[in-house]
């Protein structure tokens, strides 16, 4: 249920035979991407575009490339709404930029937004890009552990959905660390809580959600969560119990009518 709620669509559990099968590695090309996207601009669309893209005159060539990127991703995202472009074209402005600030806007917004990617081939993408922009982040501040929790993150909803548990434990192996600085900061314990579950560790998963929970009585992802653990755990009654309290904090009727189907299953 969490997973349909805060991934989106989910991959379909794999048989014995596709399992031993060596994975065979899916690319996304933003660049060709682009090329298709333009295909479908009209006329005066294609003109604006052309303009932004051969902004970069002689001079400080840097500076104009920032601009003419942010211009970019700004034109992907509020003309055409086609979000890899902007993601891109955003990504490469703060690269050249190197400010904190953009870099970890750039990291966390293509973050939240491949949690719920079901392409495989744009997943990793959008992971590599993301990790790349965090790691970045973090030669500016290293001891900022709001960039640790969202680089870990990125190896438990990105990297851990392809490349299975080794990827997963890279990003809580990261999250112990930070934990262990600050039992505290309940973002990490969500995100290990998170981890577990998806690794099949769900007794660690219970314990990291329930501290979540307590701390923040309405946070719906750790009830989700937690409600998921306890059902895949077989305790039928925790499970339909925090399903009905997540149920209550969605206020969302296609997610009711999702978790009043799975309550019936697990009755």
């Known amino acids: 249920m969490a997973s ?7 991959v379909a559990t794999k048989s014995k035979e596709e399992a031993i099968k060596p994975p065979t590695a899916k690319t996304f090309d933003i660049q060709q991407l682009i090329e298709q996207e333009k295909k479908q601009l009209t006329p005066s669309q294609s003109i604006t575009l052309g303009k932004l893209e051969n902004s970069v005159k002689r001079g400080d060539i840097s500076t104009q490339q920032i ?50 990617e079901p392409d495989e081939a744009k997943l990793g993408w959008k992971t590599d890009l993301a ?17 640790k929790i969202g680089l870990a993150s990125c190896y438990v909803f990105g990297k851990g959905r ?15 660390d930070v934990v262990k600085r600050d039992s505290a900061n309940m973002k990490a314990q969500l995100v290990l809580g998170i981890g577990g579950f998806v690794s099949g560790q769900y007794d660690k998963a219970i314990d990291r959600l329930q501290k979540v929970v307590m701390t923040q009585p309405d946070n719906l992802e750790a009830i989700a969560f937690l409600a998921d653990t306890y059902a895949a755990k077989g305790n039928k009654a925790e499970a339909i119990k925090w399903y009905l309290v997540s149920k209550r904090l969605a206020g969302n009727p296609d997610y009711s009518k999702e978790v009043d189907e799975r309550i019936k299953q697990l009755q």
């Not at 955003?90 to 050249?96: I, T, V």
């Open 67 to 116: 601009a003419a990127n942010s211009q970019l991703a700004n034109f992907w995202k509020d003309s055409i709404h086609s979000f890899e472009p902007y993601a891109w074209y955003l990504s490469e402005a703060a690269k050249l930029d190197k400010s904190e600030k953009n870099l970890t806007f750039a990291a966390q917004l293509i973050l939240a937004n491949l949690r719920g």
């Open 4 to 10: 349909l709620f805060f991934f989106g669509r989910t």
């Open 131 to 147: 990790i790349e922009l965090f790691e970045k982040a973090i030669e500016l501040n290293p001891a900022n552990d709001d960039l």
């Open 162 to 176: 392809t490349g299975g548990p080794q990827e997963t434990m890279k990003g809580i192996t990261q999250l112990l």
